[in-house]
């Protein structure tokens, strides 16, 4: 085996351990004892310790079993390798390892954000080495690929919603379906924080007669490449140049500054990039 491998595997197994880590105490500490289940096969392994008193990450681990064998057909070896990193590594910390430390008995809304955040990083540092903690993320995925008509997103959001909607029965207490959905929000963003981070930019689209000077301005100003695309108005018929140009968030308003100084006519589209890569962004990867 190569030595970049081995470093990539290396980097794989800490990254997981340490995301799997940050999971299971957010929810260990703060949102089990706030009697809150935020979705996915967690979300159900808390319902069951509720209810029978069986330890979540066994639970855990024993409902992910047969997930993973399923997975392990449609899925890959690599991405099952590293959720079987996560899926075992959940139930030593949150079982075993963290069992030392007292969880939080305060502010449930506190505990909901703290524990949103912790889960969201843990997440995202795991998605981040193309893996998964288990459960409805290989469940999610099976039913992309079977019907790809239905979003991934979508997908994930429904089958957590079952699962809030069931907590409500057991809680006997809608608060901890409201609770579970702040969790899911707070989390959710932190995942793309962490997965995308400093990534994430603007896509300006722009239609001037003065597409030259406004290019030149770009690149001298800014030491950004643009990319000229020929159009046609579909009323006038006309052929016109549309400048298009990726940007990281904070240099927007200077490119937006400079159009207005040189064509304080011209037309903007601007819309949000959830990640850019390449030359002058981050380099392009394998997909971690």
């Not at 999971?23 to 392994?45: D, E, M, Q, R």
């Not at 159009?231 to 006309?238: F, L, N, R, V």
Request: proline fraction near 3%; glycine fraction near 10%.
């Amino acid at each position: 085996m190569k030595k970049y491998n081995l470093w990539e595997i290396l980097v794989d197994v800490v990254l997981i351990l340490f995301g799997t880590a940050a999971y299971s105490l957010g929810l260990y500490y703060f949102i089990t004892p706030s009697n809150v289940a935020p979705g996915g096969v967690s979300g159900i392994s808390i319902l069951i310790n509720f209810v029978s008193g069986l330890p979540v990450g066994v639970v855990n681990a024993a409902i992910n079993v047969p997930l993973l064998l399923i997975g392990w057909r449609f899925l890959g070896k690599e991405f099952i390798w590293k959720t079987l990193l996560s899926v075992v590594s959940f139930t030593v910390f949150y079982d075993y390892i963290f069992t030392f430390v007292k969880p939080y008995q305060g502010e449930k809304l506190l505990a909901c954000l703290f524990g949103g955040v912790l889960m969201g990083i843990g997440l995202g540092l795991v998605f981040l080495r193309a893996g998964s903690t288990g459960g409805m993320d290989i469940v999610n995925k099976l039913l992309n690929r079977r019907f790809p008509h239905i979003p991934l997103g979508r997908a994930t959001m429904l089958t957590d919603l079952v699962v809030i909607a069931f907590s409500i029965f057991v809680f006997r207490s809608i608060e901890s379906a409201l609770y579970a959905i702040i969790v899911i929000f707070i989390s959710s963003q932190l995942i793309d924080m962490v997965v995308y981070g400093g990534d994430r930019g603007k896509l300006v689209y722009i239609f001037s007669p003065h597409y030259e000077d406004i290019s030149d301005g770009i690149i001298r100003n800014l030491g950004r490449g643009a990319t000229l695309l020929d159009g046609e108005g579909a009323y006038t018929g006309q052929q016109k140049q549309v400048l298009m140009c990726a940007l990281r968030n904070n240099e927007y308003h200077k490119v937006k500054k400079l159009v207005h100084e040189i064509d304080p006519n011209a037309f903007m589209i601007v819309s949000d990039a959830s990640e850019v890569a390449g030359e002058g962004f981050k380099p392009i990867d394998s997909g971690r």
